[in-house]
């Protein structure tokens, strides 16, 4: 299982690369960096409490996951 810094520090790390990419796309379409800015910003803050809600939820589903065994050596 994944801490929530964990989630956390992933979350940050996609969310950089991603914001890039967003406003690359925001001011290829605009031609305006004001705007290309505040379009990554927004798309950031919202997706970022998303994706750690998403992380946490996924935390909790046992689907796909193999049980440790009782004990470990």
Same mark, same amino acid.
């Given at each position: 299982?994944?801490t929530?810094?964990r989630? @956390?520090?992933? +979350?940050l790390?996609?969310r950089? &690369?991603?914001?890039? /990419?967003?406003?690359s796309?925001?001011?290829?379409?605009?031609?305006e960096?004001?705007?290309?800015?505040? @379009?990554?910003f +927004?798309?950031?803050?919202?997706? &970022?409490?998303?994706? /750690?809600?998403?992380?946490r939820?996924?935390n909790?589903?046992?689907?796909?996951?193999?049980q440790?065994?009782?004990?470990?050596i």
């Open positions: 299982m994944e929530t810094r989630s @956390i520090a992933k +979350a790390s996609w950089a &690369l991603a914001t890039v /990419i967003t406003a796309l925001a001011f290829f379409v605009t031609g960096i004001e705007v290309a800015a505040k @379009i990554g +927004a798309d950031t803050l919202i997706k &970022l409490v998303v994706y /750690i809600g998403h992380e939820l996924w909790r589903i046992t689907f796909g996951r193999q440790q065994p009782e004990y470990h």
